[in-house]
């Protein structure tokens, strides 16, 4: 099985500052045919299901606010949100889907400081 | 507009069996592999399996085999979970997710609650 190990666990920043987030995978999850990672990062508010917000690494989904992006490769990545709003509290998830079985990062709590 | 809803709250004793639906609308329910995911209290999310609702074909985590089984009603566009030999670690919410393919579970369930407790 993949390994997804996020860093850190938890983490607080001021409004309108930086976030990053960052997530290891034990194997690559490069598809090398197409040159895209099978990777996503998700958003989980309290009470809420999860949230997509990226794929292939760094592809904000529809709908996503540009202050989110992600970066990496291979197996390392980085979901940063470049200024901090309130609505942004939350847990975030990495995720491969390269190969089964499917597998998540232990999350990582943001909140406001 | 594309959603999932899911079957209410459950509460179940230990060595029960509970079933999980999960009706589709809003796109071409066949179209999409659909995976199950269980979120212990406070825990993180745990991938449990993904089925094709076209053929019915399913995958399962290695921790669940033998007790797990995901089905479809193509008629009802409704998917089904169902989780035998139930123990008190099972406790957990249980969300139905869509995957569109090659990016990731881009719609989910609202989620549903199982209860395991004697």
Same mark, same amino acid.
């Given at each position: ?7 850190? &666990? ?22 090398? +045919? ?31 606010? &540009?202050?989110?992006? #992600? ?43 | ?19 999980? +639906? ?5 796109? %071409? ?26 053929? #019915? ?8 085999? #033998? ?23 099972? %406790? ?11 990016? #990731?579970? &881009? ?12």
């Amino acid at each position: 099985d993949i390994v997804m190990t996020q860093s850190p &666990d938890s983490l607080a920043v001021s409004l309108g500052e930086r976030a990053t987030i960052n997530c290891k995978s034990s194997q690559s999850v490069l598809y090398t +045919s197409t040159n895209k990672n099978f990777f996503a990062w998700y958003q989980q508010k309290p009470g809420q299901p999860p949230k997509l917000l990226i794929y292939w690494a760094s592809t904000r989904e529809s709908g996503v606010p &540009d202050r989110f992006s #992600g970066s990496g490769s291979g197996t390392d990545f980085t979901l940063t949100i470049s200024s901090l709003q309130a609505e942004d509290v939350a847990v975030y998830y990495c995720q491969q889907y390269y190969s089964s079985p499917w597998t998540f990062g232990q999350g990582t709590k943001v909140e406001i400081k | 507009q594309v959603q999932l809803v899911q079957s209410g709250a459950e509460v179940k004793k230990p060595g029960a069996s509970v079933k999980v +639906s999960c009706k589709a609308s809003g796109y %071409t329910f066949t179209s999409y592999y659909m995976h199950w995911v269980r979120q212990a209290p406070g825990q993180g999310l745990e991938w449990m399996g993904i089925i094709n609702p076209s053929g #019915g074909s399913t995958s399962y985590a290695q921790k669940f085999q #033998g007790r797990v089984t995901m089905t479809r009603d193509t008629s009802t566009s409704t998917l089904y979970m169902e989780l035998s030999s139930l123990r008190s670690e099972d %406790t957990a919410v249980y969300y139905c997710a869509r995957y569109r393919v090659y990016y #990731g579970l &881009d719609v989910w369930g609202q989620g549903t609650t199982v209860t395991v407790s004697s």
